[in-house]
Nanobody
Framework: QVHLVESGGGLVQAGGSLRPSCAASGSIFSINVMGWYRQAPGKRRELVARITSGGTTNYADSVKGRFTISRDNAKNTVYLQMNSLKPEDTAVYYC?????????WGQGTQVTVSS
């Protein structure tokens, strides 16, 4: 069993920063990909950023230059540094991990950006 636990969401004013993190625990020897997705009310869940075990990253166009994903493989933890936040970044952010072809999700953390 694998568990993903997110923390670090919250309420911030436009232009501010947040750094949510996600820690994986359980029967883990290697996590292939860790990432963040988000879902705003009435919208589909979308990829925000992801990072492979080797450090290759992908970002949604809407967050490029503002968000940075990083991971600590020894701690099975992924971070999302979010700068210059905009009201349109408001959503529930979900951690995602791909382990031996299986996909796991965290419970989500709310990020709210006020204008």
């Amino acid at each position: 069993q694998v568990h993903l636990v997110e923390s670090g969401g919250g309420l911030v004013q436009a232009g501010g920063s947040l750094r949510p993190s996600c820690a994986a625990s359980g029967s883990i020897f290697s996590i292939n990909v860790m990432g963040w997705y988000r879902q705003a009310p009435g919208k589909r869940r979308e990829l925000v950023a992801r990072i492979t075990s080797g450090g290759t990253t992908n970002y949604a166009d809407s967050v490029k230059g503002r968000f940075t994903i990083s991971r600590d493989n020894a701690k099975n933890t992924v971070y999302l540094q979010m700068n210059s936040l905009k009201p349109e970044d408001t959503a529930v952010y979900y951690c995602n991990a791909v382990i031996y072809g299986s996909e796991y999700w965290g419970q989500g953390t709310q990020v709210t950006v006020s204008s």
